[in-house]
C-alpha cells in the first residue's frame, strides 16, 4: 500500500469510482447505500473533494469493499466485467408473460438500455411512448414476435432485426409460441 499522503489523495477518487463500477450502482445507489450525498460521491470521484474519514468509511461499507485494497498500487490489468445469469436483475412486473433481463449498467438508465427478453406464448410487453427521439433495435434470439409502432406491425422471425420509433405507443407480442428477444433502447436526447 502507498504511504505518501499525495498519492493517495490521487488514487482514492478514480479507486472509489473504479469500485461503484464494478459493483455496477449508480451514483444514486451508493448515495442511498452510504448516506453520502449524490453531489458528494460525484464530487469525491472527480477529486474535487476530499471526504472526511466518517465519510470514507460509509463510503467503503456501502460499496463492500476494504480501503486499504482501494489503495494498493498494484495496477490491474485488462479486466472484464461479468455479469452471471444468476445476477442479471429481471423486471417480472410489466408486460404479461415476460421476464426482462436488464443485461446494461445501472448508470445507462435512461440513455443506452439492453434487455434480453423471454416471453411465453402470447406474452406481451406494451409500452407507452419514450422520450422524443427514442428508438428501440429489437434482435430475435428464439421464435417469433409481433412489433407495432405507431400504427406501423411487423412479424419478426429469428435471427430477424427491426428497429423502430420508441416515441410512439409500441409493443412486441409473441407470435405463435414462446420467444426471445434482445433489444437495445436508445432514448432520445
Avoid at 131 to 150: F, N, P, Q, W, Y
Wanted: contains cysteine; glycine residues 10%; aromatic residues 4%.
Amino acid at each position: 500500500m502507498t504511504e505518501n499522503t499525495d498519492d493517495i489523495l490521487n488514487l482514492l477518487p478514480a479507486r472509489l469510482k473504479e469500485a461503484r463500477r464494478a459493483k455496477g450502482l449508480s451514483l444514486e445507489a451508493v448515495a442511498n447505500l452510504s448516506g453520502v450525498s449524490r453531489s458528494m460521491v460525484s464530487q469525491i470521484e472527480r477529486g474535487e473533494s476530499s471526504p472526511t474519514i466518517a465519510t470514507l468509511w460509509n463510503l467503503t461499507r456501502a460499496l463492500n469493499v476494504d480501503f486499504a485494497g482501494l489503495l494498493d498500487e498494484e495496477v490491474q490489468g485488462d479486466t472484464i466485467e461479468v455479469l452471471k445469469q444468476s445476477d442479471v436483475p429481471n423486471i417480472d412486473n410489466m408486460g404479461y408473460g415476460c421476464r426482462i433481463g436488464i443485461l446494461s449498467p445501472p448508470e445507462d438508465a435512461g440513455g443506452h438500455e439492453v434487455y434480453d427478453i423471454l416471453f411465453e406464448p402470447d406474452g406481451k410487453l406494451i409500452s407507452q411512448p419514450h422520450a422524443k427521439g427514442s428508438r428501440e433495435h429489437l434482435t430475435v434470439l428464439m421464435g417469433s414476435v409481433e412489433i407495432e409502432s405507431g400504427t406501423a406491425t411487423e412479424v419478426l422471425h429469428q435471427g430477424d432485426t427491426g428497429r423502430y420509433a420508441a416515441d410512439v405507443a409500441h409493443s412486441i407480442i409473441a407470435h405463435n409460441g414462446p420467444a426471445r428477444v434482445f433489444l437495445i433502447v436508445k432514448t432520445g436526447i
